[in-house]
């Protein structure tokens, strides 16, 4: 299995980006898959989670700005950012269960992780 996210950079707050997770090695409609972020100096904390159904979970610090989507045909998933701000700015990664585990939002659940791609929020 192989998560391959891109799409970080720089940006002004207020900005937008979209960052894409290409899978190889399983299924997305079969599997959860979530985005992930950790600034310096803090935890990994979930952004977001994208159940094999399809229905979502947000972290309280995004909703209403990110929206994940996922394309079937593609394997990959999508997360468009808006309205970033300077408390963004952390690495973000993908991560895949193959389990379907409950608890959703934990990073003991992820079986597989991304190499992360940062995103910068300039004030």
């Known amino acids: 299995v192989q998560l391959q996210a891109s799409g970080g950079g720089l940006v002004q707050t207020g900005g937008s980006l979209r960052l894409s997770c290409a899978a190889s090695g399983l299924t997305l409609n079969k599997n959860t898959l979530a985005w992930f972020r950790q600034a310096p100096g803090k935890e990994r904390e979930i952004v977001v989670a994208?159940?094999?159904?399809?229905?979502?979970y947000y972290g309280d610090s995004v909703k209403g700005r990110f929206t994940a989507s996922r394309d079937n045909n593609k394997n990959t998933v999508y997360l468009q950012m808006n309205n970033l701000k300077p408390e963004d700015t952390a690495v973000y990664y993908c991560a895949a269960d193959r389990d379907r585990s409950v608890a959703i939002t934990n990073v003991q659940s992820y079986d597989y992780w991304g190499q992360g791609t940062l995103v910068t929020v300039s004030s």
């Open positions: 994208i159940r094999w159904s399809g229905s979502t």
